[in-house]
């Protein structure tokens, strides 16, 4: 089983829709929780940081729910310029800060 | 500010031949990691160090070899390229453990013929 699970994809929605990616991490020691973003032959980005209390940046809300080893990201109102590959990403404890990548969900957002 | 440079960005090797990829970044970063993504796959570690002079091996390491002689440099090496290491690879630098402070250069795009 991958340490990290994301929904397949290609997501593709019109503009304004609102979306959701799941993922599923299998390590309960994970620590820190990420979702990158990465465009087409691109290096990945840091799109948020994801914490358990759920936090928001502006159209984008994370959620953790540690219980079932869950992350959520939500995208609201979507635009063209969200057309990208977005990536759960966790770190373990005490392993050196090492990223660990789910496969990643493209999402294509049409007009 | 250069960030976390790459270098070559593009490169074609033959099966057999051997090379090196360069990772340099200004930022005095204490930790380095290898990635390589292949086409629907998330990134995969292939090597990391927590300080110069220190290496480690990540998820995919079988094939390569990498030296930190230096603080800023992690070099990621393919001692006989096989096709199969036809990638794109990923460095990154990091200030700490945190996963917060993650930069990564912009790829280097390897093919093996």
């Known amino acids: 089983r991958k340490e990290v699970e994301q929904d397949p994809g290609p997501f593709n929605v019109p503009e304004g829709a609102t979306v959701a990616f799941n993922c599923t991490y299998s390590?309960?020691?994970?620590?820190?929780f990420f979702w990158y973003r990465q465009d087409c032959r691109k290096e990945p980005k840091l799109l948020m940081s994801?914490?358990?209390s759920g936090n928001e940046d502006g159209r984008f809300t994370a959620q953790l729910n540690r219980a079932s080893q869950y992350i959520s990201l939500l995208i609201r109102d979507s635009k063209l310029s969200d057309s990208a590959t977005y990536l759960c990403v966790v770190t373990l404890y005490n392993q050196g800060g090492k990223l660990i990548f789910g496969q990643g969900t493209e999402l294509s957002v049409k007009p | 500010n250069a960030g976390v440079t790459q270098t070559p960005k593009f490169r074609v090797l033959k099966t057999g031949q051997s090379m090196t990829l360069l990772c340099a970044q200004d930022m005095n970063h204490e930790y380095m990691y290898w990635y390589r993504q292949d086409p629907g796959m998330g990134l995969r570690l292939i090597h990391y160090s927590v300080g110069e002079g220190t290496t480690a091996k990540g998820e995919v390491p079988d094939g390569y070899n990498v030296s930190r002689l230096k603080k800023q440099n992690f070099l990621l090496g393919l001692e006989s390229a096989a096709p199969s290491q036809t990638s794109v690879y990923f460095c990154?630098?990091?200030?700490?453990?945190?996963?917060?402070?993650?930069?990564f250069g912009e790829g280097s795009w390897l093919t093996v013929v």
């Open positions: 390590n309960s020691a994970s620590q820190s």
């Open positions: 994801v914490y358990s």
């Open positions: 990154a630098s990091s200030y700490d453990s945190s996963g917060n402070t993650i930069y």
